[in-house]
């Protein structure tokens, strides 16, 4: 296996101590080892959060932003993810009902390669991230996100958040093989493999393949650890999950 790209973090791991403390917070990330993280919230501040980050010596490449449910503008998106210096905006999630025929998931595909066309203007990338049910959720026996996948412009990629993947059923490694080079973002995180939030694990400690997931991500550009949440110290959580990234040569 091959030097990995630069391990980030999304910032939704640690929004409980991000929202008493912004520049506190990318500090101890920076004191850990962090040079890029994955914000969640564009739209609140971009001007605060662009100089947050570059105080603490941190980019942002990818982050989080709605645009295939329509509640948020484009164009305000893809401003603010100039003025922090974004190059990959992702949809994080749609309503699962969307997701149950290919009607309505052929509607979602739409919606990310109209957004897509549009971050294209900008210099920009527009990708998708999945949760368990897109890949539970099957339409002619197909997982509904495979389905989705074959309806994308080809400028639109793919964040597969691995742990999800794995609680929806997959083989995850055999589904990057599948996916190819249209996944360019893993959300690697581990535990148990369920959908109990707070029983994830550093990662490295519980029962997810990371290296064999990672060997897998040939079109992979920006790994990002992740904790839907975490039972003991989140920061303590961080530095394990980016003391063993680093060890499979991140």
């Known amino acids: 296996m091959g030097t990995l790209p630069t391990l980030s973090v999304q910032l939704y791991s ?19 080892g962090l040079t890029t993280v994955e914000p969640y919230d564009l739209l609140t501040d971009p001007i605060g959060l662009r100089d947050a980050l570059a ?9 989080h932003t709605r645009m295939a449910s329509g509640t948020n503008d484009l164009d305000q998106v893809f401003d ?7 190059q990959i905006v992702i949809d994080p999630m749609t309503d699962p009902s969307r997701w149950t025929t290919r009607e ?15 971050a294209a203007g900008y210099g920009l990338t527009v990708g998708y991230h999945n949760h368990a049910f897109e890949w539970e959720n099957k339409i ?39 996916l190819g080079d249209r996944v360019q973002l893993l959300h690697l995180k581990d535990g148990p ?11 490295g400690d519980g029962a997810m393949p990371v290296a064999e997931i990672v060997a897998a ?34």
């Open 14 to 32: 640690v929004r409980r101590p991000l929202a008493e403390d912004l520049r506190g917070t990318l500090a101890t990330l920076a004191e850990i």
């Open 55 to 63: 105080d603490n010596g941190l980019t942002a490449p990818s982050a």
């Open 80 to 86: 603010a993810a100039k003025t922090v210096g974004v």
């Open 104 to 118: 309505d998931i052929s509607q979602v595909a739409a919606d990310l390669n109209r957004a897509g066309e549009k």
């Open 140 to 178: 002619d026996g197909t997982p509904a996100l495979e389905v989705f996948a074959a309806l994308l412009d080809p400028t639109v990629v793919l964040e597969l958040d691995t742990y999800w993947a794995a609680v929806g059923g997959q083989d995850v490694p055999a589904a990057l093989r599948r």
């Open 193 to 203: 493999i369920n959908k109990t939030n707070l029983d994830q694990l550093p990662l």
């Open 217 to 250: 991500a040939e079109g992979l550009k920006i790994p990002v650890l992740e904790f839907d949440d975490y039972a003991g110290d989140i920061f303590d959580g961080v530095r394990r999950g980016f003391e063993f990234a680093r060890g499979l040569g991140t």
